[in-house]
């Protein structure tokens, strides 16, 4: 099985809205998907199924790793794609402890997952770098960072990758995947010059080429618990997680690794 993190330095990123649609699209294509939120607003479980906080999830387990992880894996109507909400417990102390302090527990958890013959395990984590996020990136094979397509969050990008290169201390195998803009306006001139600048700033590897629009169909989608493309109306915005999926596989391949099978 193939884990990978979707980081952020702040929320509002998009970061959840990346997770379902990228995790559905892996789905589509055949590749067995747990999506798992792992930030304990359950953004993720509240855009899905409105039942998400009566659910046992992923913090549960972080309290008691006794748990079955079949009573944390909700099906979903795509036979290749499930999820686990954040849980009852999500309100957990997320900081205690530092990096580290869960690191066996996450890793439990990706065993058990792995062990039920999932293909990709896809994480939305909490904004930040620290406490289970942390923990949660130090036990995944790769990390993707969400970033939204506005001046002030472009000049953080090259801090938040110099802290996850810290993280390799714990997880040499990290594979840093790159930096995904997201929530890009092409009619708004700050937007799309911001996301010139992120190109300019960082190496090319390190920004994936597909863009995630800002689109009113996500908020459309969310209030109907759907991923994007399922809308009537979905299939451009399909074909763009369409593409960043082409573009993760890639990335897996070439660093050494193997994609997701299908």
Do not use: W
């Amino acid at each position: 099985m193939i884990s990978i993190a979707v980081s952020s330095q702040k929320g509002g990123v998009g970061k959840t809205t990346l997770s379902i649609n990228l995790a559905h699209s892996f789905a589509r294509a055949g590749v067995r998907t747990l999506l798992v939120d792992a930030d304990p607003q359950g953004s993720v479980g509240l855009s899905l199924t409105r039942q998400s906080r009566l659910l046992t999830g992923f913090y549960d387990y972080l309290a008691d790793p006794g748990i079955p992880l079949d009573r944390l894996v909700v099906p979903t109507r795509l036979e290749t794609f499930s999820l686990v909400a954040s849980g009852q417990a999500s309100d957990y102390e997320t900081g205690g402890g530092g990096v580290g302090a869960h690191l066996a527990r996450v890793r439990g958890f990706l065993r058990s997952a792995a062990a039920r013959g999932f293909d990709l395990c896809i994480i939305d984590t909490a904004a930040g770098l620290f406490g289970i996020s942390g923990d949660v990136i130090a036990s995944s094979d790769a990390v993707m960072i969400p970033q939204q397509a506005e001046p002030l969050g472009i000049r953080s990008a090259p801090k938040l990758l110099e802290g996850l290169n810290r993280l390799r201390v714990m997880n040499p195998r990290l594979r840093v995947l790159g930096v995904c803009l997201t929530m890009v306006q092409k009619e708004l001139a700050e937007s799309t010059e911001a996301a010139a600048a992120l190109r300019q700033l960082l190496p090319p590897e390190m920004v994936f080429q597909t863009q995630i629009p800002r689109d009113g169909l996500f908020v459309r989608a969310s209030a109907r618990g759907l991923p994007v493309g399922v809308l009537e109306d979905g299939a451009g915005a399909q074909i763009v997680f369409d593409s960043l999926r082409a573009e993760v596989e890639a990335k897996l391949e070439s660093k050494g690794g193997n994609p997701p099978t299908r």
